[in-house]
């Protein structure tokens, strides 16, 4: 599943102690074998976490982490479960080359379902340390108890081995059958408590890298020429004041047109020169009737859940309420604009991007450039805030282009103004609800239908009798300018 494959990754990672595991997250493995040119999962593993010679312990996820602390609670989750110092775990994250393959970072998964097969691994690999110690030091398991990164004899505690010593000058790779038990929460000591952020020191003094700090011999700044409004088409365009711009190139194919500079700013002043006239769209809808339009267009839809009967729950009723409500479109605003920079160098590319799903982020760029998945290694530094729009990652995929067609690496930030224009957004909805109570003011009817939300936790949660959840449109989609796919446009859609 990974372009680096296993034994390859073994080969460069030097000697240590490896478990392998599978991430049992159903949704996500079913969604990878469905979609398009979907990966096949391997029978045996899909992530892994290795205990190095110098005792330190590293955990490999295709997570992202977006500031929700990913990077520090699946350590504290390995620091736990291995007896060890939280400072002595370093997690990996999002690098399409190291790490195993991975949806993406969306719908709070990270920690529920990545963190107990990972915690899993590591109470696995303390038991190996077991064995291997009781072998070295000639002591039995059951005997051995594990502290700071070390096994020692409970009968003796000045026999003892450090993890570190376990793994040297070796390569080991054990699964043990049956599982050992991971701890309780009355044992925890790490996990569960309050603890300073591994990142925490390189935020707040400006150390930590994202995308728009990679800086690369040659690079230069991208600025992009956007239409005015979705939908607009470009009917002429002038760029020769911006080629007479020192220091810029000026860069077309087909729908892309851009500028390179060494500065950003300099980009910018020279891309405000390109003239260019636009068929505008005539506009359908704006914020007063998009909701109108929403049900104007709506399809039949279909039952998320229902019980009893409508017409029933009616009768019981001795008062009726009907309410509807309305959500606009929400940008999703993250501290961090959309960001990446992209390298070419020896048939292979290289993407750092602020994104949830980095190998959604290769396997676009690998298609853009005409490039088999494996040649392409897309690395998450750490992200700015993500919320369900840094799925789709379109300006990593820019960058790959540009870098291809000028020869030279390219970073494409968008500014505050095309995050508004580009990112997905939560989509603008309407939903109408019947509901009634009866005589003991007992809640007994709930007709409930949503219009271009999407149905996820639309599912009652009362004792209802009566009841009937309709979803009419779903909310995916790409960039579009408020039109229902349904409608024959495209939509901007992607709440979290």
């Known amino acids: ?202 935020k707040a003094t400006g150390k930590a890298e994202y995308a728009g700090d990679i800086r690369i011999p040659g690079m230069k700044y991208a600025r992009i020429l956007r239409p005015p409004a979705h939908g607009a088409k470009l009917r002429s365009v002038d760029t020769a004041a911006a080629e007479a711009f020192e220091g810029a190139q000026v860069i077309r194919d087909g729908e892309l047109i851009a500028i390179l500079h060494d500065a950003y700013d300099l980009a910018d002043a020279a891309l405000s020169r390109i003239k260019a006239e636009w068929d505008m769209p005539a506009p359908s809808t704006d914020d007063r009737t998009i909701y109108d339009h929403l049900v104007k267009v709506a399809p039949e839809g279909s039952v998320v859940e229902q019980k009893g009967n409508l017409e029933e729950g009616k009768k019981l009723s001795a008062a009726i309420f009907e309410e509807t409500y309305q959500t606009p479109y929400v940008a999703h605003s993250p501290i961090e604009p959309h960001t990446a920079t992209a390298a070419i160098e020896g048939g292979r590319a290289t993407v750092w991007a602020s994104t949830q799903s980095p190998f959604r982020v290769q396997e676009a760029v690998a298609e853009a450039l005409g490039l088999p998945a494996e040649k392409v290694r897309a690395i998450t530094p750490f992200v700015g805030g993500g919320f369900g729009g840094k799925n789709p990652s379109g300006q990593a995929v820019e960058a790959a282009r540009l870098a291809k067609l000028s020869g030279k690496p390219v970073q494409v930030a968008w500014s505050r103004a095309e995050e508004f224009f580009l990112d997905t957004f939560q989509p603008a909805a309407v939903i109408k609800i019947v509901s009634g109570l009866d005589a003991a003011n007992q809640l ?53």
Not at 467 to 490: D, F, H, T
């Open 1 to 202: 599943m990974s372009p680096l494959s296993r034994r390859d990754f073994l080969k460069i990672s030097g000697g240590g102690i490896f478990v392998f595991f599978a991430v049992g997250d159903p949704l996500e493995l079913l969604e990878a074998q469905e979609r398009p040119g979907g990966r096949e999962l391997p029978s045996d593993w899909n992530a892994f976490l290795r205990i190095g010679e110098d005792g330190q312990v590293t955990g490999f996820t295709g997570k992202a982490e977006l500031g929700q602390g990913a990077n520090t609670a699946l350590a504290q989750m390995a620091a736990e479960e291995l007896d060890v110092p939280l400072d002595s775990v370093t997690m990996v994250l999002g690098d399409t080359d190291l790490c195993p393959y991975d949806m993406g970072t969306f719908g709070s998964r990270t920690i529920k379902y990545f963190g107990p097969p990972f915690r899993q691994a590591a109470a696995e690999a303390r038991a190996v340390l077991i064995r291997l110690a009781s072998e070295k030091l000639g002591v039995p398991a059951e005997r051995l108890a594990t502290k700071d990164g070390a096994v020692f004899d409970t009968s003796n505690t000045n026999k003892s081995v450090t993890y570190g010593a376990l793994a040297r000058g070796q390569t080991i790779e054990r699964h043990l059958d049956p599982k050992p038990a991971i701890k309780t929460i009355a044992q925890h000591t790490v996990a569960g408590r309050s603890a300073n952020r591994k990142d925490a020191r390189l």
């Open 444 to 496: 007994v009817l709930w007709d409930y239908t949503v219009f271009f939300g999407g149905d996820r936790t639309s599912q009652p949660f009362y004792d209802i009798p009566h009841y009937r959840i309709l979803s009419k449109g779903s909310w995916g989609g790409r960039a579009g300018g408020g039109q229902a796919k349904e409608a024959g446009g495209e939509r901007q859609a992607g709440k979290q």
